[in-house]
């Protein structure tokens, strides 16, 4: 069981370029979702899933898509870097709320670190 | 703006001593999180309290909500080095988890 796993853990991207940040969970989580964290401001919330086929925009999501054609997966694209996006980026899961379901907390990825110059 | 903000910003202690701290949030709730977070990693998910709770206990940990003053604390009982860290609240409403900009605790032995 290896939970949230995100990949690359480390990049450096040349402003303008585009890149997808993966995200695979294995404990078949219906809800996913991304986060970015800069120095002082916490984790702000870019895009989130609640099933395959299903996402939406959080505080944050321009400049970013994602898709979820799977359960187990949800990447992260970045279409027009810029140094604005240099981040550490969170990806995370957990179940639907609901009946038998007793803990709904969510597991994070270690995150992926983010340098755009 | 965040829908939640944790008080204290940071928070030194000696080891032994309980440390508190303090969540608010703006909008309904269906539940709020706390999460720890080590230098360097991940966030690691320590207790959820649904918004019909009032208090819950999870080892050394110690959690309350007031739905009416859209608040609640976290209180760690008898602190130890290995508590130092970041602790972020999250609230949970409509399908999103929301997280506040965190409380950073020292304890020092």
């Known amino acids: 069981n290896a939970g949230v796993t995100q990949t690359p853990k480390f990049q450096v991207l040349k402003t303008g370029q585009s890149m997808t940040l993966q995200c695979a969970q294995d404990?078949?989580?219906?809800?996913m979702s991304w986060y970015r964290q800069d120095p002082g401001m916490g984790l702000r919330l870019i895009h989130y899933?609640?099933?395959?086929?299903?996402?939406d925009q959080g505080e944050v999501p321009n400049g970013y898509n994602v898709s979820r054609s799977t359960t187990e997966d949800f990447p992260l694209r970045l279409l027009s870097a810029a140094p604005s996006q240099t981040s550490v980026y969170f990806c995370?899961?957990?179940?639907?709320?609901?009946?038998?379901?007793?803990?709904?907390?969510?597991?994070f990825g270690s995150g992926t670190r983010l340098t755009v110059v | 703006s965040q829908q939640g903000e944790e008080d204290p910003q940071a928070l030194s202690i000696q080891e032994g001593e309980n440390a508190t701290m303090n969540c608010s949030y703006k909008t309904s709730i269906n539940n709020l999180q706390w999460y720890r977070q080590n230098s360097g990693r991940g966030l690691v998910h320590l207790i959820l309290?649904?918004?019909?709770?009032r208090e819950k206990h999870s080892g050394r940990l110690r959690v309350t909500l007031d739905t009416s003053k859209k608040s609640s604390s976290l209180l760690i009982t008898a602190s130890r080095a290995a508590d130092t860290a970041s602790y972020f609240c999250a609230t949970s409403y409509g399908n999103k988890l929301v997280f506040g900009a965190g409380t950073i605790l020292r304890v020092k032995s």
């Open positions: 404990m078949n989580h219906e809800y």
């Open positions: 995370a899961s957990s179940y639907r709320p609901g009946p038998g379901i007793r803990n709904y907390g969510y597991t």
């Open positions: 899933s609640v099933g395959a086929g299903i996402t």
């Open positions: 309290i649904r918004s019909n709770e």
